[in-house]
């Protein structure tokens, strides 16, 4: 149960950071408090050692409910979705436990079918084939090379001429150990038309609505009354990549953004490279390591026998632990 516990902190994680938009930083309470409520249950009360790990389900619940409605209000969107929430509640309880799996299963669904733009960028750029300016075909197309201003941007710190950049201001707060964590406030991005250059030609690049990812901070960001401003800049003769869609327009070849893939962005070369490295190695322990969690969790939820030279597997108690049925006033 303190391993099953454990696991909660995922989605903590991802309630916070997706949908209040908190960095917790650090991170580890998250996976460390619903443990620790676990064991101390089972020091005075055993018996209740199910109900300590099953009420991060509630918990949850309200985060996503309240978070919902923060969200929308923020936005500025309709409540429609929260109302239709709210009514699928009796159907969510009358499925217990499906139903709450399939509740978390879902949000986690829709952001893999609409992932952010950067996870879209670096997705892209592991399928397409890199295209020379000279040869690239109208669509979405790849291409990499140097860059070369045509009419500049000024930065928003220190005035200085760039193709473009992305200016970001965080809050700055402590914890009880001084380390500074930081939560954004404001972004902005500002880009004008340039261009590629690689060594078959050169490409002209429309700037309006270009994502700007993962270059390196500007010498000029600082911090000041309990606020970070950052300044990462795209500046003349970068090595870059890019990803957007060709268009031939009056005999001239532009490219812009990919309206279906809603995509268009530009990253450097060097971190793209060690990006496809990395990635892989990341994936693959992040996968073994759920999967590993889900199966320790599941062996210590099971009754075992050992007869002999036969290892008897029973999965009785482990749908028990999903009944509340015990634990509720009512019966459904």
């Given amino acids: 149960m303190v ?5 909660f902190g995922i989605f903590y994680f991802l309630v916070l950071n997706g949908i209040y938009k908190i960095t917790v930083k650090p991170g580890w309470p998250l996976f460390a408090v619903p443990p620790a409520v676990v064991l101390i ?5 055993p018996d209740y050692v199910l109900f300590a790990c099953l ?8 985060l996503m409910i309240f978070g919902g409605i923060y969200k929308s209000i923020r936005e500025k969107e309709s409540l429609l979705g ?26 986690l669904f829709l952001d893999i079918v ?12 592991g399928t397409l084939a890199t295209s020379k300016v000279r040869s690239m075909a109208m669509g979405l197309v790849e291409i990499s090379g140097k860059t070369r201003m045509l009419d500049p941007v000024i930065s928003r710190i ?4 760039c193709i473009g950049y992305v200016y970001k201001i965080d809050t700055i707060s402590r914890d009880k150990d001084g380390k500074k964590n930081y939560t954004n406030i404001s972004m902005e991005t500002q880009c004008n038309t340039f261009e590629i250059a690689d060594d078959t030609g050169t490409a002209t690049i429309k700037g309006e609505d270009i994502s700007i990812l993962n270059f390196p901070e500007s010498e000029h960001s600082y911090e000041s009354n309990s606020r970070r401003y950052q300044l990462f800049l795209l500046k003349e003769g970068m090595d870059v990549l890019l990803v957007g869609k060709a268009t031939n327009r009056g005999q001239q070849v532009f490219i812009e953004k990919e309206p279906s893939k809603d995509i268009f962005a530009i990253a450097p070369f060097d971190y793209v490279q060690r990006w496809n490295v990395l990635r892989p190695l990341r994936n693959s322990l992040i996968r073994h390591f759920i999967f590993l969690i889900a199966i320790i969790s599941i062996i210590l939820l099971c009754d075992i026998d050992i007869s002999g030279e036969k290892v008897i597997v029973r ?8 009944d509340l049925k015990q634990f509720l006033p009512f019966e459904f």
């Avoid at 609409?114 to 892209?124: A, E, I, W």
């Fill in 3 to 7: 391993l099953f516990s454990s696991a």
């Fill in 41 to 45: 249950t089972a020091f005075f009360d």
């Fill in 55 to 62: 009420i991060n389900f509630p918990l949850l619940l309200l």
């Fill in 82 to 107: 929260i109302f239709l929430f709210l009514l699928g509640m009796p159907l969510i309880m009358l499925t217990w436990p499906w139903g709450i799996f399939l509740l978390f299963a879902v949000p």
């Fill in 114 to 125: 609409k992932p952010s733009k950067k996870n879209v960028f670096y997705d892209l750029q």
């Fill in 158 to 161: 220190k005035k200085e001429p």
């Fill in 315 to 322: 999965f009785t108690s482990l749908f028990k632990a999903f």
